[in-house]
């Protein structure tokens, strides 16, 4: 090789960011979760927890966060859009989190959750990184963790009201 050629190795003919001069940008800009029933997961979200719902197609739900949105559609649909199989199963090795400013807080919004058909898993409690924090799963399964973080804010700040 003179080392004025194409070099092997896993970026060999892929774009890389130096290519097009343009960086993705650290966003987040919306969570799009696969559910099996939409109408239930759509309850869930908006009657449930108190979401306020956009209008939208009926095949999908998209709830307006502070700062990025959620999106509900069908699990089958969503894994035909990506051209990938919907048979997975297991932990999908993430969780998604809501930040609250106090333990009363966390243990309030634990509690709509489980009045609003969401599932168990860990109590909210002391953790060992000086929060409080929970885990509960929605009806479809998604992990959802409910901390307080006294260190820090995390995430866009409350809007008023």
Excluded: C
């Excluded at 800009?29 to 449930?48: C, H, K, N, P, W």
């Excluded at 959620?70 to 990506?82: E, K, P, S, V």
């Excluded at 297991?90 to 709509?112: I, K, Q, T």
Aim: no cysteine.
């Amino acid at each position: 090789m003179d080392g004025h050629g194409p070099r092997p190795g896993p970026n060999r003919g892929k774009a890389t960011m130096h290519d097009s001069g343009v960086n993705m940008k650290p966003r987040i800009s919306m969570i799009t979760l696969g559910v099996r029933d939409l109408a239930r997961a759509v309850q869930f979200y908006e009657q449930g927890l108190g979401w306020p719902r956009r209008a939208s197609p009926p095949e999908v739900a998209f709830f307006p966060l502070q700062g990025s949105w959620l999106a509900l559609f069908g699990r089958d649909a969503l894994a035909a859009d990506a051209g990938i199989d919907a048979a997975g199963s297991g932990f999908a090795g993430f969780s998604l989190a809501h930040n609250v400013a106090s333990e009363a807080e966390a243990d309030a919004v634990m509690a709509r959750a489980l009045a609003a058909g969401a599932t168990l898993l860990k109590p909210a409690q002391k953790t060992a990184w000086g929060g409080y924090a929970g885990y509960f799963a929605d009806p479809d399964g998604y992990l959802w963790e409910v901390a307080h973080n006294p260190q820090f804010w995390v995430g866009p700040a409350d809007a008023p009201g």
